[in-house]
């Protein structure tokens, strides 16, 4: 497999930034392999969303289920709307593991307008990315909160 230069990776992780600004759950979750999974823990340094309790934590399925939800016309998504806005930095390539998945990790910033509030979020993200044929796919997000440990308002989206 030839490895994807870092600038190819940010384009890749600005791309999905993009699509979670304007809530393009469809073409969002495309990005993800079948076997894709989006975690995100409720305490810092978990090591397993199976046994623990997680603020998310979606296999296609489920992924499929929330965006059905969120853009279901009588949904309290739609009313007002949603406007968030993604910065993400230090993205870094950690390498490759040896079932061929690209470790990469970045801190983001995101800032979301809903029900006349602003909400700040901010963290650590962690992508295991897979080469599928010519295009980059996601099998595991990891958003790590930098606060997750603390009470949070109902999150209504993605991050």
């Known amino acids: 497999m030839n490895m994807p230069s870092l600038q190819t990776i940010e384009h890749f992780l600005q791309d999905e930034a993009d ?59 739609k009313e007002p709307t949603i406007r968030c806005s993604h910065l993400l930095g230090n993205i870094r390539l950690h390498g490759v593991s ?25 963290g650590r993200c962690e992508h295991l990315l897979r080469q599928e044929e010519d295009q980059l796919k996601i099998y595991r997000k990891r958003v790590d909160l930098l606060n997750a440990d603390g009470p949070q308002q109902s999150l209504i989206l993605y991050l």
């Not at 040896?98 to 901010?122: C, T």
Request: aromatic share 12%; charged share 25%; hydrophobic share 40%.
């Open 19 to 77: 699509l979670l600004d304007c809530a393009d759950l469809e073409n969002w979750i495309n990005l993800f392999t079948e076997d894709g999974t989006y975690w995100m823990p409720a305490t810092p340094d978990q090591d397993d969303p199976l046994n623990h309790i997680s603020h998310i934590y979606d296999d296609r399925v489920m992924m499929e289920i929330r965006k059905r939800n969120f853009v279901h016309p009588r949904a309290a998504s």
């Open 98 to 122: 040896s079932d061929g998945l690209l470790r990469v990790e970045s801190k983001f910033h995101v800032v979301v307008w809903y029900r006349e509030s602003q909400r700040i979020y901010a």
